[in-house]
């Protein structure tokens, strides 16, 4: 019973296309899932905190995907700061940088986060 319930929420999370973005119910299985994606990420690294976090938003959210979020969840569009996502992605920064701070954290996604439409095919331009 509990196997088929697990499936459907992934069957459900695969339709979504959100990728690990969604938030997971459950405190045993938010936290080996939480620790699973942080050691996945680990292995993206880079230079510096503002370099490790561009990249692992790259390879861990499509530009479509992006294009639903913004830092807070302001419009219609969904809240960054609130996913299990970003507290993966923290986690991994934090581990391999020392000094990182959340302020540092959510500047480089509130910069990295609204050009998501460009990098998905441009924005239409404005008729006049």
Request: charged share 35%; net charge neutral; hydrophobic share 25%.
């Amino acid at each position: 019973m509990e196997e088929e319930e697990e499936e459907e929420e992934e069957e459900q999370e695969k339709e979504e296309g959100n990728r690990g973005a969604r938030a997971v119910t459950g405190g045993e299985k938010k936290k080996h899932s939480t620790d699973s994606q942080v050691s996945k990420f680990a292995a993206v690294g880079g230079g510096t905190p503002e370099t490790t976090i561009r990249r692992i938003l790259q390879s861990s959210l499509t530009n479509e995907l992006a294009c639903q979020f913004n830092w807070a969840g302001k419009g219609c569009k969904r809240p960054f700061k609130d996913t299990i996502l970003k507290d993966c992605i923290f986690a991994t920064g934090c581990q391999q940088h020392k000094g990182l701070t959340l302020l540092t954290f959510s500047d480089v996604v509130m910069k990295w986060l609204p050009y998501a439409p460009k990098r998905e095919g441009g924005i239409p331009r404005k008729k006049n």
